[in-house]
């Protein structure tokens, strides 16, 4: 175990501190009265439950008194929030003077309005900037320091408000924290401490451009504090010039797990995934589980799918508010939520006691995430365990976890539960890979995995084309025999309307009744009867088409009645309508019947608009008592 003499040797420009795990099991047995702190700051621990500091409190909090600048790697849940809060309020000036007994509110921040904050902390998410806050008010509570936290999902008025008037500490995300900068909202001149948490979670999330423009609003004389889960030069070297001569503090490498949570790896089929879960979750039972999965819509459905089982649940991702993300959190520690479904967003920095076990939905895409996934179980000494859905799909992904870690995982036992015939085959007996896949390889990984997805889905196409389904198939059927049948049921040939106001003539005395009105207006017998022989000639070829209609009109050609409608036939017993018989006689169209009969210049078709069945035996329009269907209103 290190001494406090250790850590503050000036050996180097960059002082490393290396615990091993027996050092960690030593540094138990070191109180936080040795390490510097104030009886203002102790009393703070106290109130907090704090018995013993982790190693990375033991090894950073001299450090950071000291003043020196930090940079600091320590595996997840190990309380690297308490390790830079505790010793920087501890000698933190007030900005905002502290409420003397009797001091009306309104007097104290005036006297610090818009001034601040002091101490910044940027953090890459709302839920890791809520927790800060959490324990900040804590110590706080003690110190009579003021803090605010700005973050993105809520509005901004509140916040720009609780700038305006002062504050010592200021929690921010970094998204936020620009945008109130670039409004005139948030001045940091006056910033002494700076602290990055969850550093390569911010470069990994693109939030390098941001955290530099907050860096170059900070004063050049301040003291910098970096944690980290690695202090890997490829994942944090961007912003390791951020921090001056530092003091390296570094607990566990980022590839170890804690000892207190048990690992199990379950290979299941993809189409059987949901019903696996849902069995797992009823086996062990649902109380304090998280699932992880690789993206927000999948977090959705996956909730909306154990809430139709009986689970209740609460989806936390991205693009949750904050309010509802601050609600799920809130209900799964108070019980009222049996499982919280989410993303990686929920995997590092926060901290919820009693987790009993982590399910992986979803393989994770980094090896280094599924550290921190399973990181929410086994907290503060506390046992847990922690189970991974393996597919085909993502054999090989698992394969470089077991191999960054340096072990494997034990198979779950899954007596009872539905794995699917398509499972993969993982062997109990593996031994784990020296490194785990580069850069390359993955991409090879990808594009193979890709080509896959597009030849699948390319003969799932050539298959729908070669095979129609079946009610199609049957659906077309139906509509042609019912075409058919509807064709052969007809007892008569349907013809088309068209516009006119030709007459249709039921019979040949109609011919011979308009030859004798002729002869009797004076006109010449033989002119009359020559129109008549060619009307006669023109409609023997529709003898036999009007045969038909005159028998579906139900026509009793013996007795020259209308055996449908039961109004007498024109022509029937003196071959001559009446005036009431025309009213309500109708014209019908036959083929040809137009030709040849309207005179030259005369108005074809519906003259006027005026329906033809309208007008019909109204005297008092015309200048006679004829219909203008007869050859056009002529004679």
Known sequence: MPTTEHDLRPAADIQAVDETRESMSAAKTVRFADLGLSETVLAAVADMGYETPTPVQAAAIPEVLAGRDLLAAAQTGTGKTAAFLLPIMDRLPHVVPPAKKGQRGRRRANAARGRGPSMLVITPTRELAQQIEEVCRAVAARTRHVAVTVVGGVGYVPQKQALARGCDILVATPGRLVDLIEQGSANLDEVSVLVLDEADRMLDMGFLPQVRRIVGECRDERQTLLFSATL????????????????????????????????????????????????????????????????????DTCARRLGRAGITCAAIHGDRSQAQRERALRDFREGKVQVLVATDVLARGIDITDVRYVVNFDVPEEPTDYIHRIGRTGRAGEEGWSLTFVTKEDVAEFYDIEALMGKTADM???????????????????????????????????????????KRERASREGRQRSPRQRDIERRAARDTARVER???????????????????????????????????????????????????????????????????????????????????????????????????????????????????????????????????????????????DRGGRR
Request: hydrophobic share 25%.
């Open 232 to 299: 890997d030069e490829s994942r944090v070297s961007s912003i390791t010039d951020l921090v001056r001569d530092p003091a390296r503090v570094e607990i566990a490498p980022v590839t170890s797990t804690a000892d207190t949570v048990d690992q199990y790896v379950l290979p299941v089929s993809l189409d059987a995934k949901n019903g696996a879960l849902t069995a797992v979750l009823k086996k062990e039972g649902a109380e304090r589980a998280i699932v992880f999965v690789r993206t927000k819509r999948r977090a």
């Open 412 to 454: 779950y036992d899954a007596s009872g539960i539905e794995t699917g015939e398509a499972a993969p085959h993982v062997d109990p007996d593996r031994v784990p890979a020296s490194h785990p896949a580069g850069k390359k390889e993955k991409k090879r990984r990808k594009q193979r995995a890709k080509k896959a997805a597009e």
């Open 487 to 629: 064709e052969e049921s007809s007892s008569r040939p349907s013809s088309r309307k068209r516009p006119g106001r030709v007459r249709v003539h039921a019979d040949e005395a109609v011919e011979t009744t308009r030859t004798e009105r002729a002869v009797e207006r004076g006109g010449h017998a033989d002119r009359a009867q020559n129109r008549a022989a060619r009307r006669a000639e023109r409609f023997a070829g529709d003898a036999p088409e009007r045969s038909r209609r005159d028998a579906a009109h139900g026509r009793d050609e013996a007795r020259g009645e209308r055996t449908r409608s039961g109004r007498p036939a024109r022509g029937s017993r003196t071959g001559r309508a009446s005036q009431g018989e025309r009213n309500d006689w109708r014209n019908y169209d036959e083929p040809g019947s137009r030709e040849g009969r309207r005179p030259s210049g005369s108005r074809g078709g519906r003259a006027g608009g005026r329906d033809n069945r309208g007008s019909y035996g109204q005297q008092g329009r015309g200048r006679t008592g004829r219909r203008p269907g």
